[in-house]
């Protein structure tokens, strides 16, 4: 097990619990080489020239990291039985006619300890250097910025993505979700958006397998923009996530999506949910409830069943007469939800014991925020709707949109 500080903060990756976080040991893939002049120009105190110093060494008027070589004689690669990396290190490195010269900036850390097994190169920098070293990096005018983070994968079998089952292999159900949480923390670091300002919305996933993920051995997660570094606060994200194991790749996940203001977002999801459609309580809702009625009385039941209209619950005390009054119910993380009540009686149904509580007229915070609880805690209950014409669109009655918040509207005012 991990210790929980390592893991990125839950809300930055939009979960509500820190079971749910997948990623931890953020950190800035750093360059592989860059400008002497930079670190010249900037004059930095000692302590933080000592901290480039020792990751970086220099090479003619370039300072290298210490980890990677410059020149790579084709020999050797053979030697150290690295023959096969040749492809994966001309992304960086310029073949001549025996030797390999280091020309590109992005090095991956997995291509950085494969080369460790060469003479003369030296050991990788600890989590803690790297974090360091970008940390003052970042601040020097003309330092190369291509906003890389590496995660790792928080490989519990026990998670439930694992459904219960051993298995030998990470779902790929669960290495999307980390892609995804990855890539809220990468848009956070450097898009230039608020936590809780936007919400990303999927256009397009693609997904790519090429090796099966083993449970059992770390998995390293490279996140950042598909082309280039993004505009800051852009408008739409083309993010890109490459899982690595063992020094290979394993999955390649690249999301489309669309940037959208909070305020807009909720109004493209706003449905409108019929009177008659009713909803069984499904997660996050307390079954006990408490009805208080205006003469005084107060009444213990068990939620059965909700609407915007009204509940059905069962309650054991025997009701006289019909009054106003209001419910409560709880909601997990939420608290108390109280609903006004124009009216309750006795259902007609064989159940003994069954009351129909119905809803008073709801201003326009509470009915938005009933609703809220309908969609997020509920769900619909074919058996109690009864059947009725389908709407003029032909969606579902329960699924019907408020045209005011139709989807292509909605996205040009994003």
């Not at 749910?20 to 004059?43: E, F, G, K, S």
């Not at 291509?146 to 790929?172: C, I, S």
């Not at 014991?353 to 509920?378: C, I």
């Amino acid at each position: 097990m991990i210790d929980m500080h390592r893991k990125v903060a839950k809300d930055i990756v939009h979960k509500g619990h820190d079971d749910d976080v997948l990623i931890y040991d953020a950190h800035h893939l750093l360059p592989a080489w860059l400008p002497a002049a930079i670190v010249q120009r900037a004059n930095l105190d000692p302590m933080d020239l000592e901290i480039v110093n020792q990751a970086y060494r220099l090479d003619s008027e370039r300072l290298v990291l210490r980890s990677l070589p410059t020149i790579i004689d084709l020999q050797e690669l053979e030697q150290a039985d690295l023959s096969d990396c040749l492809p994966e290190l001309l992304t960086n490195y310029e073949k001549t006619t025996d030797h390999l010269i280091l020309s590109g900036i992005w090095v991956l850390e997995s291509t950085e300890a494969k080369l460790a097994r060469l003479p003369g190169c030296g050991n990788g920098l600890s989590l803690d250097q790297r974090r360091q070293v970008h940390d003052v990096l970042k601040n020097l005018d003309g330092c190369p910025q291509q906003g890389l983070l590496y995660f790792t994968l928080f490989n519990d079998t026990a998670n439930y993505f694992f459904y219960r089952k051993h298995h030998e292999h990470v779902p790929g159900l669960m290495l999307i979700e980390a892609a995804r949480q990855a890539m809220y923390a990468q848009f956070y670091e450097h898009s230039g958006y608020a936590r809780g300002e936007v919400s990303i919305s999927i256009v397009d996933l693609l997904s790519s397998f090429p090796r099966y993920t083993e449970s059992s051995f770390q998995v390293d997660v490279l996140v950042g923009d598909y082309e280039g570094m993004a505009q800051p606060r852009a408008r739409k994200v083309d993010k890109r996530a490459r899982f690595f194991q063992r020094g290979e790749l394993v999955a390649d996940i690249r999301l489309h999506g669309e940037v959208i203001k909070m305020p807009v977002f909720k109004r493209m999801r706003n449905i409108n949910i019929d009177p008659a459609c009713w909803f069984r309580p499904l997660k996050g809702i307390r079954h006990e409830v408490l009805v208080r009625l205006d003469s005084g009385r107060h009444l213990s039941a068990r939620l059965e069943l909700l609407s915007m209209a009204g509940l059905q619950v069962q309650c054991d005390s025997p009701l006289e007469a019909s009054e106003r009054g209001h419910v409560y119910l709880y909601l997990e993380n939420e608290g108390m939800i109280s609903l006004p009540l124009q009216s309750l009686h006795a259902s007609d149904a064989t159940k003994a014991g069954t009351l129909k509580l119905h809803l008073a007229e709801l201003d326009s915070p509470l009915r938005f925020k009933w609703r809220e609880v309908l969609k997020q805690f509920a769900y619909f209950s074919h058996e109690e709707t009864a059947p009725v014409p389908a709407p003029v669109l032909g969606q579902p009655l329960w699924m019907t949109f408020d045209q005011a918040s139709a989807m292509p509207e909605q996205r040009k005012e994003a």
